[in-house]
Nanobody, 123 residues
Framework: QVHLVESGGGSVQAGGSLRLSCAAS????????MAWFRQAPGKAREGVAI????????YYGASVKGRFTIVQDNAENTVYLQMDSLKPEDTAMYYC????????????????WGKGTLVTVSA
């Protein structure tokens, strides 16, 4: 059974940083696409970042490119999302996702989801 457990969310002022963690069990992350999505109140779930299993290539959504970084620790079976230069519009529930179709273009792509961690950025 696959479990993805996010942590690291919280409240921060604009311009600040947070690092989210996603601890995986039931899968080996180096063999899977691992991704982060987010969902703000009243908005659709949006793909943020993805890391691919072969070569570790990464891809980011346009709204976070240059500010967020996705990395994985295979020894810990954990994926991280380093978020810098945070903006109020980054406020959302952040979800870890794994497997399925390797894409952040649609929330239908991943096979597995965590329950999310809340990030609030104040102006």
């Amino acid at each position: 059974q696959v479990h993805l457990v996010e942590s690291g969310g919280g409240s921060v002022q604009a311009g600040g940083s947070l690092r989210l963690s996603c601890a995986a069990s039931g899968i080996t992350i180096r063999n899977e696409c691992m991704a982060w999505f987010r969902q703000a109140p009243g908005k659709a779930r949006e793909g943020v970042a993805i890391i691919y299993p072969v070569g570790g290539a990464t891809y980011y959504g346009a709204s976070v490119k240059g500010r967020f970084t996705i990395v994985q620790d295979n020894a810990e079976n954990t994926v991280y999302l380093q978020m810098d230069s945070l903006k109020p519009e980054d406020t959302a529930m952040y979800y870890c996702a794994a497997g399925g179709r390797c894409s952040i273009a649609t929330a239908d792509a991943p096979a597995y989801w965590g329950k999310g961690t809340l990030v609030t950025v104040s102006a």
